[in-house]
């Protein structure tokens, strides 16, 4: 399986919203309903966002909030803070010889 | 509050052999299966394996021939084992904890990651 696609950055200034795009296939994204979100900052680990498509973890905002239609899943990030200025990795379970496949990476920056 | 802390030797040279340790800090190993993740310039993010507490695991059929993933539940660590790396295997590696049930498909805990490069 191939790595998710995501764009190699998207933009958005305080209190705007931006809306990351992860594009798989129909054995990845299109077949299950667990695609999840995590956070990213330099030499920290990862932080999970979202998982099954839109669910929050305990403690993170929601301004976080995710969406899938066929095989593209959607992570947005509503009313931007400068906090939110990170890399956002988008991920979908692939069945048991590759329990996730990952995107591309997205880095956000705020404006 | 569930912490992972990891480590390993960073720098290797070809042929040589890749060992990484995970302490699960704040949760039982027996609560959930623990996984390695690596991102590598060629291939990025990709899952490696996991293992439970039992020490079953399932590994990544292209890395299955090199991989040995371990557990020593009296001091809460996993570990990972790639022989005969090459710089292909050069990159990030990460372990983390596969959520199951709770929240199925997504990794809730991980290590802050280990750079490692192979070179000769």
């Known amino acids: 399986q191939s790595a998710l696609t995501q764009p190699p950055s998207a933009s958005g200034s305080p209190g705007q919203s931006v809306t990351i795009s992860c594009t798989g296939t129909s054995s990845d994204i299109g077949y299950y309903d667990y695609v999840s979100w995590y956070q990213l900052y330099p030499g920290k680990a990862p932080k999970l966002l979202l998982y099954e498509v839109s669910k929050r973890p305990s403690g993170v905002p929601d301004r976080f909030s995710g969406s899938k239609s066929g095989n593209t899943a959607s992570l947005t990030v509503s009313s931007l803070q400068a906090e939110d200025e990170a890399d956002y990795l988008c991920s979908s379970y692939g069945g048991s010889n590759n329990l996730a496949v990952f995107g591309t990476g997205t880095k956000v920056t705020v404006l | 509050q569930v912490r992972l802390q990891q480590w390993g030797a960073g720098l290797l040279k070809p042929s040589e052999t890749l060992s990484l340790t995970c302490a699960v800090h704040?949760?039982?190993?027996?609560?959930?299966?623990w996984s390695w993740i690596r991102q590598t310039p060629g291939k990025g993010l990709e899952w490696i394996g996991e293992i439970n507490y039992r020490g079953g695991t399932n590994y990544r059929p292209s890395l299955k021939g090199r991989l040995t993933i371990s557990v020593d539940t009296s001091k809460s660590q996993f570990s990972l084992s790639l022989r005969s790396v090459t710089a292909a295997d050069t990159g990030f590696y990460y372990c983390a904890r596969w959520c199951g049930s709770t929240c199925y498909g997504a990794f809730d805990y991980w290590g802050q990651g280990d750079l490692v490069t192979v070179s000769s």
């Open positions: 704040g949760a039982s190993l027996s609560d959930n299966y």
